[in-house]
């Protein structure tokens, strides 16, 4: 946990149905400024969920989600606002084919923020460089490669300058050879003092990056330790069994 840090995300008692299918059940989670959450967990445990319902993706049945000390699960919620404060990146990339890379990149702080356009094309070039893809700004999506399109997806959210960003999953979909240009742009984030959320199955990653690990099965949390504690000597059985099939 990041010491003497103000929470900036508070989840109380979310519950989350699709019909009678109950698939969060009571979800409890504090996230301070700067602090990296790792959700790990089976496929199936709703993890993923969890991010969209975060994110306004889902709505929820029962619940708090407090942001910056604004109730999120109220009819009020303003989620075009609220989207640019908390940044999403999914595995499917979700790039626009018919566009290039820098007005993907561009749509969003000038129609949606109506930023000085001067302004963002400086940030996404620096965001660009800065992950290695500042001369791929031309090219369309269908000439990048499956890391260089999550790159620039993560661009494309960041250049929104969100408080937060959620991860789902940014590097299931990538032959392993990708997985790692992916990650690293990630772990500078973290660096740099990002708060951020990720649901991911790169368990040695999560390992290195993030101060908390946030254990789910079931729909519920079964566990919350700081990463060599949970790694090294888990507290429930549930997190044990879970361990036991991957190589560390």
Known sequence: MIENSEVLLQVTDLHKRFGDREILKGIDLSVHKGEVIAILGPSGCGKSTFLRCLNGLEPIQQGSILFEGFELNSPST?????????????????????????????????????????EVMKEADELLNRVGLLDRKQAFPRQLSGGQK???????????????????????????????EVLEVIQDLAKQGMTMILVTHELNFARRVADQIVFMD??????????EQFFNAPQTERAKQFLTVFDF
């Open 78 to 118: 303003s989620w075009i606002c609220i989207r640019q404060k908390i940044g999403m990146v999914f595995q499917s990339y979700d790039l626009f084919p018919n566009m290039n890379v820098i007005d993907n990149i561009l749509l969003g702080p000038l129609k949606v923020q109506k930023r000085n356009k001067d």
């Open 150 to 180: 999550q790159r620039i997806a993560i661009v494309r959210a960041l250049c929104m300058n969100p408080d937060i960003m959620l991860f789902d999953e940014v590097t299931a979909s990538l032959d392993p050879e990708m997985v790692r």
């Open 218 to 227: 079931q729909g519920k949390i079964i566990e919350t330790a700081e990463p």
